[in-house]
């Protein structure tokens, strides 16, 4: 089995500055890595995702994360936010050991980016 | 495209009652998912399927059922309503290639209250 823990259930931040978003896993097989975004009343959008190569994944709207195996972490960055980044993120891990492709979920970080 | 669809946006039940939460996709996926997002807990799978005619359960799917006789919808029906079952429901499909897990794009969801 595995699981996703996002250690921060909110983070508020003032625009333009660096934020970092942390999201460990556990797992007995190898994963692949992903993190979503839900802006207000919307449903998720893919941020970016680790198969395999680079340990450094660049995504949509400026964010990046590195995946860090021998941590079991894949903390998610921007260095400089807007207003247009507040929303809840999502890291979410999947392997192949099920047929399909199932996602486990993080319970969510809420990043709020203050005028 | 129009990705993937959900009815209705709102619903209010009362206990006891019955309903069906509708989904369909236009991208042609042979995956499709239901999760139930409740506050703080991140998004549980209910149910999935990986082709039409072929179902299984997810985490959380005591209360529900679901069909899929096409590859286009996938309804979640829910018999006897309960308060427990107060939460957002997405509908999510992907394309499940060999070769890893593919992105699962969201529809806007469903938020159900049950009184």
């Known amino acids: 089995a595995q699981s996703v823990t996002q250690l921060d259930s909110q983070v508020p931040v003032f625009e333009e500055a660096p934020v970092e978003l942390r999201c460990n896993y556990s797992?007995?097989?190898?994963?692949?890595l992903f993190w979503y975004v839900q802006y207000p009343n919307q449903g998720l959008q893919l941020l970016l995702k680790?198969?395999?190569?680079?340990?450094l994944v660049k995504g949509i709207n400026g964010f990046e994360a590195e995946f860090n195996k021998s941590q079991t972490s894949f903390h998610l960055r921007k260095p400089s936010v807007h207003i247009s980044d507040t929303a809840e993120y999502f890291c979410?891990?999947?392997?192949?050991?099920?047929?399909?492709?199932?996602?486990?979920f993080g319970s969510g970080t809420q990043l709020t980016v203050l005028p | 495209n129009a990705g993937v669809t959900q009815t209705p946006k709102f619903r209010i039940l009362k206990i006891g009652q019955s309903m069906t939460l509708q989904c369909t996709q236009d991208?042609?996926?042979?995956?499709m998912y239901w999760y139930r997002q409740d506050p703080g807990m991140g998004l549980k799978l209910i149910y999935y399927?990986?082709?039409?005619?072929?179902?299984d359960k997810g985490e959380v799917p005591n209360g529900y059922n679901v069909s899929r006789s096409t590859t286009e919808d996938f309804p979640l029906r829910l018999e006897l309503a309960a308060p427990s079952q107060t939460s957002v429901y997405f509908c999510?499909?992907?394309?499940?290639?060999?070769?890893?897990?593919?992105?699962?794009?969201f529809g806007p969801g469903t938020r159900l209250t049950v009184t």
């Open positions: 999510a499909s992907s394309s499940g290639t060999s070769g890893g897990p593919s992105e699962q794009y």
């Open positions: 797992s007995s097989v190898s994963v692949y």
């Open positions: 399927s990986v082709g039409a005619g072929i179902t």
């Open positions: 979410a891990v999947s392997d192949l050991s099920g047929s399909a492709r199932q996602l486990t």
């Open positions: 991208m042609n996926h042979n995956y």
């Open positions: 680790y198969l395999s190569g680079s340990t």
